[in-house]
């Protein structure tokens, strides 16, 4: 999907005020676990990815991200919070300099040292992702917290292509890649709020939800993340990618619902 407009945080976008005027549903936002709202009509998620859709890897400058043919409904979202279906177009993750921090949502402020998420937008609504970006009900993003842990098997096809797209806007092939194997094994669980994109144009369109249980990977696996650069290669001075998070944002009186007791 052409997530190409992500502006690398030097843009002049990020010098200026970073909440949208006005904007009062920017993300991410601390969750505190005893406000959420248990909402009963809340279903499981109905993932259905096909890893053929799979397109390539690469480094925007800001993240690396795994992009999937969007041109048509073979891997999509639907069920949980959401009325329509959902088309999977990109995931991507957020990561600190250490273990100590790097998520972009928190639990009761704790914070996780990454954050998966998974881009679907409405396929119901619109034909193309740039036009739903701009809409209320236009994204999906499904967050997943990273621990540190156990080395995650399925995540090591993707840390072993990474050093190929070490500098900013490098790309490489990658196929036959399924992200269902990076949700956790409970996907019934999760919170879910509507809030926005945490980089600009940072629109108020997205559906967050928010996986109760996290995913381990290694601290080696991490480490790799680490060593992607935020520069092309071009650039003299090469700065490593970490702390591309942005940091939480007021709730401004919005409900967060749980989908369990
Ligand atoms: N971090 S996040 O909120 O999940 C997020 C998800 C997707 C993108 C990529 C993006 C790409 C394009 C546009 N656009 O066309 O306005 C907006 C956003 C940016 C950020
Ligand atoms: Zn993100």
Redo the contacts with the bound molecule.
Sequence with gaps: C?????LSPMHPMWQGPLAVPGGDRQ?PIDIVVRKSIFDGELKPLVTSYDPHTCQQIWNNGYSFLVEYDDTTDKSTLKGGPLKDKFRL??F?F?WGETNAWGS?HTLDRKLFPAEL?L?HWNSDKYSL??EA??EDNG?A?IGVFLKVGKRHEGLQKLVDALPAIRHKDSVVEFNRFDPACLLPTNTDNYWTYHG????P?L?ES?TWIIMRQHIEVSHDQLAVFRSLLFTSAEEEVQRSMVNNFRVQQPLRGRTVRSSFI
Excluded: I, N
């Design positions: 052409s997530s190409k407009y992500v993300s177009c990109q991507h957020h972009e998420h881009v992702f740039e970006v701009m994204l993003v926005s994109l945490t980089t144009p629109t997205v």
